[in-house]
């Protein structure tokens, strides 16, 4: 196996695993006899739920469903998974000292991941499908012309 097939497949495992960990938090939340706190813990439950079946790609039929959806064709990009995670980490950091703890994970994933497409673009694009607006190789700096203004 490659390093780059073992490299997205720690980010893969790291995500379903942060998302899992991030779900129990939510619920563990929304068990207060508060209509907020029951309301903002099981939407945040339910959009990790969500981001576990784009990290992991899984189940057949929810993703199917997912990717002919306008919105949720998006959750497969770097942008709209980022938007997501720093959606799920702002409700997080709501949520007593575990979700900070949790908050403050996902915020280092998605940076990690970010930093991998800087340090390994293919392995990046292994892990993110690429949107009409986003070129597939994002990663390159470019010179100048050399011209003086």
Sequence with gaps: MSSKHRLTR???TLS?????????????FAAKPHYLDILV???TAIACLVMLFVAIE?????????EASKFGDHLFTFRGRYMM????????FAMGVWGVVMAILTLVLIFGIRFLG????D????IFRQTEGEPGEEFHLESGSGEAR
Aim: aromatic residues 10%.
């Design 10 to 12: 720690s980010f893969r």
């Design 16 to 28: 379903a695993l942060l998302y899992v960990l991030n779900i129990v938090v939510c619920v563990r």
């Design 41 to 43: 813990g099981a939407l």
């Design 58 to 66: 899984a189940p057949g039929p929810v993703i199917q469903r997912l």
């Design 85 to 92: 995670d720093l959606l799920i980490a702002l409700f997080l």
């Design 118 to 121: 800087v340090k390994q673009p």
């Design 123 to 126: 392995a990046f694009n292994e």
